[in-house]
Nanobody, 123 residues
Framework: QVQLVESGGGVVQAGGSLRLSCAASGRTFSSKTMGWFRQAPGKEREFVAAIIWVGGRRTYADYLNGRFTISRDTAKNTVYLQMNSLKPEDTAVYYC????????????????WGQGTQVTVSS
């Protein structure tokens, strides 16, 4: 089993930055891809970014326009999401997830999920 614990959420003004962290424990080698998703109230969970654990190749949702960066520290088994130029529409619960698929953007293909961390962007 893989356990994922997110941290780093909070309240920030529009234009500000936050960095989310996701610490993984357990059988992390079984997760070939680590991803970030988000879910706003009344909306479906949507893809944000993903990173291949070995090699570090990254994919991003088109709507981000380069504002967010996903990275990982393999020694610490930790994935990060640096979020810059935050907008009120970025307000959501952000989830870290792991999958044995490569570079998936689909929540249904992710096997492991964290509990989520709230990000609130005020205008």
């Amino acid at each position: 089993q893989v356990q994922l614990v997110e941290s780093g959420g909070g309240v920030v003004q529009a234009g500000g930055s936050l960095r989310l962290s996701c610490a993984a424990s357990g059988r992390t080698f079984s997760s070939k891809t680590m991803g970030w998703f988000r879910q706003a109230p009344g909306k479906e969970r949507e893809f944000v970014a993903a990173i291949i654990w070995v090699g570090g190749r990254r994919t991003y949702a088109d709507y981000l326009n380069g504002r967010f960066t996903i990275s990982r520290d393999t020694a610490k088994n930790t994935v990060y999401l640096q979020m810059n130029s935050l907008k009120p529409e970025d307000t959501a619960v952000y989830y870290c997830a792991g999958t044995t698929a490569y570079g998936s953007r689909y929540p249904s293909e992710y096997n492991y999920w964290g509990q989520g961390t709230q990000v609130t962007v005020s205008s």
